[in-house]
């Protein structure tokens, strides 16, 4: 496992400077930005004595290769990483299991997203195998905007596997397939619920789709054939949250 990570943005910086700030080695501010949110960062480094260089943005550049880093970069410890046994807690432990399962999702800027929106939503966790998804990297950090730090994400060696172990705890496995008979409107969805996402492009892969208790899809009026599955699944999301009232 890695012995450090870069994060960056606002909302990530803020997300583990306010959970975790054992985490940040040290801290990289873009020199003259006067920023509301980023002066609080700052201050709040200051308060648990994090070492902060403040750089030209070409640094900052640099050390994040280009992207939208927003003012602010550190070099952090890397977070906690969850397993199955996690996994298994999290169900026991929950009231009525509400679970997010991404089925090869590889686009990190998609698993932020959906990282953002199952915690908006009040997804207990979310479920990915580790082969060919996304992994949580800064950009999927950035993007889910400090949801990285409050949705547990856990990788499964299995997926197959830990979807029949969920079934045994008593958690229903709702899959979406364009395929599917019925849509998400016509689907009882009040119970402990695992919503399956698959692929960008290519759906669930066939295993995925026979472990699942239920198959549903969207309805489509327009002429396009599928949505960006981070959009699919805050629409699937937000229909579970309205069922469960």
């Known amino acids: 496992m890695a012995q450090q990570e870069w994060l960056y943005g ?58 939208q880093h927003q003012g602010v970069v550190a070099r952090a410890k890397p977070g906690k990483q969850f397993t199955e046994t996690d996994l298994d807690d999290i169900v026991a432990n929950a009231k009525q299991a509400f679970l ?53 994400l856990i990788q499964v060696t299995n997926l197959s596997r830990t979807l029949k172990d969920l079934q045994k705890a008593g958690v229903w496995i709702v899959g979406t397939a364009g395929e599917a008979e019925q849509t998400l409107y016509d689907t009882k969805l009040t119970g402990p619920t695992a919503l399956v996402m698959g692929a960008e492009g290519k759906g669930m892969r066939r295993l995925t789709r026979e472990n699942c208790d239920e198959l549903v899809k969207l309805p489509m009026a327009g002429s396009v054939s599928s949505l960006n599955v981070s959009v699919a699944t805050g629409i699937c999301l937000y229909e579970i949250v309205r069922q469960r009232g």
């Open 100 to 152: 997010l399962v991404l089925d090869g999702v590889t686009d990190p800027h998609n698993l932020g997203a959906c990282l953002r929106t199952a915690d908006a939503a009040g997804v207990d966790a979310i479920v990915v195998p580790k082969d060919k998804s996304a992994k949580l990297t800064a950009t999927a950090r950035k993007v889910a905007c400090g949801a990285a730090e409050t949705v547990p």
């Open 10 to 67: 606002i909302h990530a910086m803020d997300a583990v400077i306010s959970r975790e700030p054992e985490r940040i080695i040290e801290m990289f501010v873009l020199k003259g930005r006067d920023d509301e949110r980023l002066t609080h960062i700052i201050n709040q480094a200051r308060r648990f004595g994090i070492s902060i260089q403040f750089c030209q943005r070409r640094v900052l550049d640099d050390k994040v290769d280009g992207e």
